[in-house]
T-cell receptor, first 115, second 112 residues
Framework: DTGVSQNPRHKITKRGQNVTFRCDPI?????LYWYRQTLGQGPEFLTY????????KSRLLSDRFSAERPKGSFSTLEIQRTEQGDSAMYLC?????????????FGSGTQLSVL | DAKTTQPNSMESNEEEPVHLPCNHS???????IHWYRQLPSQGPEYVIH???SNVNNRMASLAIAEDRKSSTLILHRATLRDAAVYYC?????????????FGKGTRLSVIA
């Protein structure tokens, strides 16, 4: 168990550029979540996959955001035409199939700075 | 998920016990109480969860009030590595298809 891996750890981009983040969940986990966290706030839910199906999207996920999980393994989160308000920590978490009390395991996040 | 209320911050001396409170007066009978913590520059990590009875694990203890309207996370001997933001979250059973909803949590500072 190598844990949830996120790449890159840090990303600095100019406003208007596109960025893509990658998340590799724990291998046997079929659920994968993306969260966003700004300074001083708790993580905010963005979207959720069960295997390759994207089952839920938050209202926070504007049309500029898209997430994929091909083949139900790793996931990518793309932000198009970045804005300064997109600057945040983007966290990925995974969990196994369970009763609903299964633990979520989080990665260390990707810190995005939009200049 | 029902709402929880936690103090914004708390301070503890190293090697002293820490009691982190959480109020959840609108908890329903089937809601589980989960605690996660987030160390600096890390993602959140699971600490403990419970329903009605007090729970212990290697990280902490969870004391749940008899009416379940409040709970307390207990760190028996705080260390500098316990300095983190602690989140109290309510979760319904069979809620695997719904995400965890985080509040602002309690920022715990540990003084050497």
């Amino acid at each position: 168990d190598t844990g949830v891996s996120q790449n890159p750890r840090h990303k600095i981009t100019k406003r208007g550029q596109n960025v893509t983040f990658r998340c590799d969940p724990i291998s046997e986990h079929n659920r994968l979540y993306w969260y966003r966290q700004t300074l001083g706030q708790g993580p905010e839910f963005l979207t959720y996959f069960q295997n390759e199906a994207q089952l839920e999207k938050s209202r926070l996920l504007s049309d500029r955001f898209s997430a994929e999980r091909p083949k139900g393994s790793f996931s990518t989160l793309e932000i198009q035409r970045t804005e300064q308000g997109d600057s945040a920590m983007y966290l990925c978490a995974s969990s196994g199939q369970g009763s609903g009390n299964e633990k979520l395991f989080f990665g260390s996040g990707t810190q995005l700075s939009v200049l | 998920d029902a709402k929880t209320t936690q103090p914004n911050s708390m301070e503890s001396n190293e090697e002293e016990p820490v009691h982190l409170p959480c109020n959840h007066s609108t908890i329903s009978g089937t809601d589980y109480i989960h605690w996660y913590r987030q160390l600096p520059s890390q993602g959140p990590e699971y600490v403990i969860h419970g329903l009605t009875s007090n729970v212990n694990n290697r990280m902490a203890s969870l004391a749940i009030a008899e009416d379940r309207k409040s709970s307390t996370l207990i760190l028996h001997r705080a260390t500098l590595r316990d300095a983190a933001v602690y989140y109290c979250i309510l979760r319904k059973p069979n809620s695997g298809n719904t995400p965890l909803v985080f509040g602002k949590g309690t920022r715990l500072s540990v003084i050497a």
